[in-house]
């Protein structure tokens, strides 16, 4: 292993500006170099010194060929990029060439994945694979050679290989900078701070254990720290009217719409955190970029959750828990019950590659419509679809069959959308649309709403900002009475 880390470490460890003043990063120094703050997975094959006194070259050979063919296929299904490979360690990059939102979430999935499939690997030789995953997140220089091959320099691919030492076998551990990008997506054991070879300051490490169980982005980005509501009341009298109406037995649906971080998910928070109803039930539904191929990953997310399905255990022991509650709990049809379990039980740890028997999902479908409706007559419930711009199309068509049953039923349906998912929606086109546009109160501190902020805000009686903001509304009502007076005419 140690050579592996030396061989990253010979162009790695020496400072990134001072290697490039000398121009000795190989012919990247000749072509391009940028800095870029990326993820880095270090993924090394555990025991191959071993495995490489065992087997027959041939068989090596086979070995190495289905180990890098599944890290490869792991990597790219998450998004990644493989730069460059030593021996059996596999350095891959999250954020080049591809800058995703969340690069760092797709590392971490990709690696826990590669611990999973890594050990599946069947080869004709009886041996097991296992491997060690080390991550991390810094700024990193890129090199492209004059073939347009990138490769990576800079402390934090060295950080990730040495990371990887730390973990135990089929384990991913991650730097400080990676865990807090991460923020509450995931549980973990913290390893304390560890001494790394190369480096001056020990270094604080995290094992990822598994995301956390039911979470969501928001849930995530928040960490449990949630500042108050700024601005949008009327919106949120909207969707309280929308509940109210909807839990009086007149159902209906509405759409949130806009750009990312426009507070969409705050707002749905603010109404359902708690519902002003008890009894009520709340499905969420949480779509994300990286399971759009993965037919209703979204509802068996949310129904394994529910039946208590924990993320390492076996598919037996997945199927048999959510027969149990689609039985049981949910009160549905033996053959029902037993049907949707097999479907909704899969382990859906990587990306699916989206296809999908047709006859079976729509029999899902409808079966999963009818269970909403029935919970429904007991409790009131509301069905908030998260982030519909990645939805898979039978997710979608799921959601679609519960708005064409919603008028009688006392269900709220909430779907969050970005703008360039809208048109995806089409089949909602009844549904109630609220649009939130850039709020100079919600931007600003000020705790009116934006349409009241001329006529409202600026009259200082009937102020309620803070005195920063109350300050300049004081200036900007004087500036204009000052233009009103200059405007009238003069008798
Ligand atoms: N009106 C608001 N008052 C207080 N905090 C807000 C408000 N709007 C957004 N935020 C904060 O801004 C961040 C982004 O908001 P949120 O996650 O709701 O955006 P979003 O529109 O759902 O984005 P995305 O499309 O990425 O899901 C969150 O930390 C949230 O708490
Ligand atoms: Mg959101």
């Known amino acids: 292993m140690s050579a592996k880390i030396a061989a990253m470490s010979d162009r790695g460890d020496e400072p990134a500006a001072s290697r490039a003043r000398r121009g000795a990063v190989g012919t990247a120094a000749a072509s391009e170099q940028e800095r870029r703050y990326l993820t880095v997975v270090f993924c090394d094959l555990v025991d191959s010194t071993v495995l490489a006194g065992d087997l027959d070259p041939e068989d090596l050979e086979e070995l190495y060929a289905a180990y890098t063919g599944t890290v490869r296929r792991v990597i790219e299904a998450f998004g990644g990029f493989i730069t460059r490979t030593i021996g059996d360690g596999v350095v891959a990059v999250f954020g080049h060439p591809t800058v995703h939102e969340d690069d760092a979430e797709r590392a971490v999935r990709a690696g826990l994945a590669l611990t999973a499939e890594v050990p599946r690997i069947r080869l004709a030789q009886d041996v097991r694979l296992s491997v060690r995953i080390g991550i991390a997140t810094g700024l990193t220089l890129v090199g492209r050679d004059q073939a347009g091959v990138s490769d990576l320099f800079g402390a934090t691919p060295n950080l990730a290989a040495r990371l990887q030492t730390l973990a135990p076998i089929n384990t991913v551990v991650v730097c400080a900078s990676t865990h807090d990008l991460l923020g509450g997506g995931f549980i973990y054991e913290d390893f304390g701070h560890q001494a790394l070879k190369g480096f001056k300051e020990p270094a604080q490490v995290w094992r990822v254990l598994h995301p956390t169980p039911g979470g969501s982005r928001f849930a995530a980005r928040i960490r449990g720290r949630l500042p108050p509501l700024v601005g949008r009341e009327a919106a949120l009298q909207r969707l309280q009217a929308a509940w109210d109406a909807a839990r009086r037995g007149r159902g209906r649906s509405l759409v949130i719409a806009g750009e990312p971080g426009m507070g969409k998910s705050r707002l749905v928070h ?42 390492e255990e076996t598919p037996e022991e997945r199927h048999r828990k959510l027969a149990a509650y689609l039985g049981e709990v949910a009160t549905l049809d033996p053959a029902d019950a037993e049907f949707a379990a097999r479907r909704l039980g899969q382990n859906a740890a990587a990306p699916a590659d989206g296809r999908v028997d047709g006859d079976a999902m729509q029999r899902l479908a409808a079966i999963l419509t009818d269970l909403v409706v029935a919970w429904s007559r007991h409790r009131p419930t509301l069905v908030v679809l998260e982030d519909a711009h990645w939805a898979d199309p039978t997710t979608l068509d799921l959601v679609e069959a519960l708005d064409r049953r919603l008028t009688d039923a006392p269900i709220l349906l909430i779907v969050t959308v970005r703008p360039d998912g809208l048109a995806t929606l089409a089949g909602l086109a009844g549904a109630e649309q609220v649009r939130l546009e850039p709020s100079s109160s919600a931007a600003t501190g000020c705790r009116c709403s934006s349409r009241s902020w001329r006529r409202t805000c600026c009259r200082p009686a009937r102020c309620r900002c803070p005195a920063r903001w109350k300050a300049r509304c004081w200036r900007g009502s004087a500036a204009r009475s000052r233009s009103a007076r200059s405007r009238r005419p003069r008798r």
């Open 270 to 311: 603010a109404l359902a955190d708690p519902l002003p109803d008890d009894s009520a039930r709340v499905v969420q539904l949480n779509c994300s970029p990286l399971f759009g191929g993965s037919a209703l990953h979204p509802v068996a997310e949310h129904l394994q959750f529910a039946a208590g399905v924990g993320k």
